[in-house]
Nanobody, 121 residues
Framework: QVQLVESGGGLVQPGGSLRLSCVAS????????MAWYRQAPGKERELVSAITTGGSTNYADSVKGRFTISRDSAKNTVYLQMNNLKPEDTAVYFCKVVAKSEGSILYRDYWGQGTQVTVSS
């Protein structure tokens, strides 16, 4: 089993910045992709950004040029640096990792509990 704990959410004014962190813990697992999703009230959960073990990244069009994803594989941690935040970025942000137990061939998704990001003046 993999447990994920997110942190770094909060209230920020438009144009401000926040940095989200997500730490994965557990025994004997291997992580492949690490990603951030978000879900605004009344909307479906959407992919914000993802990063592979090799460092390849992708971003939703709405956050390109403003958000940066990074990971520290030694610490099983993924970060999301969010700059120039807009009110439409307001959502609950979820961390997701694709991981498998050592000795298993099957990867599965693990989700964090979410952290609220509110952009408002």
């Amino acid at each position: 089993q993999v447990q994920l704990v997110e942190s770094g959410g909060g209230l920020v004014q438009p144009g401000g910045s926040l940095r989200l962190s997500c730490v994965a813990s557990g025994i004997g697992f291997r992580i492949n992709v690490m990603a951030w999703y978000r879900q605004a009230p009344g909307k479906e959960r959407e992919l914000v950004s993802a990063i592979t073990t090799g460092g390849s990244t992708n971003y939703a069009d709405s956050v390109k040029g403003r958000f940066t994803i990074s990971r520290d594989s030694a610490k099983n941690t993924v970060y999301l640096q969010m700059n120039n935040l807009k009110p439409e970025d307001t959502a609950v942000y979820f961390c997701k990792v694709v991981a498998k137990s050592e000795g298993s061939i099957l990867y599965r998704d693990y989700w964090g509990q979410g952290t609220q990001v509110t952009v408002s003046s």
